[in-house]
């Protein structure tokens, strides 16, 4: 058990803060779970159409949203890449982060935009920046 620590050694401080993050990662795990069926379930996937976009199995896909697997960072970013989603809309307000919730707040009506209207806010971006 190399690397793991034996409760039974650890001061009482410790050991309550080890609970603390047990329920800390336990909420973590279940918001990011339901945010997961919220993205999935709006865009009309079932779960096994997720995995399949994700490389992962339906039943993990379950585990994920009923909050009992704590997601890896590659799940994460996969999981993001197939619901076309930020990874800050997945953990929304675990993060405080104000750019990251300004980006996403642009980022929604980006993606409702033409390609050419896509190039053209590009370009004023890019001609905006140039004069700073």
Same mark, same amino acid.
């Given at each position: 058990?190399?690397?793991?620590? %034996?409760? /039974?050694?650890?001061?009482?401080?410790?050991? @309550?803060?080890?609970?603390? !993050? /047990?329920? &800390? =990662? =336990?909420?973590?795990? %279940?918001?990011?779970?339901?945010?997961?069926?919220?993205? &999935?379930? $709006?865009?009309?996937?079932?779960? !096994?159409?997720?995995?399949? =976009?994700?490389?992962?199995?339906?039943?993990?896909?379950?585990?994920? !949203?009923?909050?009992?697997?704590?997601? $890896?960072?590659?799940?994460?970013?996969?999981?993001?890449? $197939?619901?076309?989603? $930020?990874?800050?809309?997945?953990?929304?307000?675990?993060?405080? /982060? @104000?750019?990251?919730?300004?980006?996403?707040?642009?980022? %929604?009506?980006?993606?409702?935009?033409? /390609?050419?209207? =896509? %190039?053209?806010?590009?370009?004023?971006? !890019?001609?905006?920046?140039?004069?700073?």
């Amino acid at each position: 058990m190399a690397g793991k620590i %034996k409760k /039974d050694n650890l001061s009482p401080n410790d050991k @309550e803060d080890l609970l603390i !993050e /047990d329920k &800390r =990662k =336990k909420e973590m795990a %279940k918001f990011i779970g339901n945010n997961i069926h919220k993205y &999935r379930t $709006s865009l009309g996937l079932t779960r !096994e159409q997720l995995a399949e =976009k994700s490389n992962l199995t339906s039943s993990h896909i379950y585990q994920l !949203e009923i909050g009992n697997s704590i997601p $890896s960072i590659i799940t994460i970013i996969d999981i993001c890449n $197939s619901l076309n989603i $930020s990874i800050s809309q997945l953990t929304n307000n675990l993060l405080n /982060d @104000e750019i990251n919730k300004f980006i996403d707040a642009i980022s %929604k009506d980006y993606t409702k935009l033409s /390609d050419k209207e =896509k %190039k053209a806010i590009i370009h004023l971006i !890019e001609n905006l920046s140039q004069g700073s």
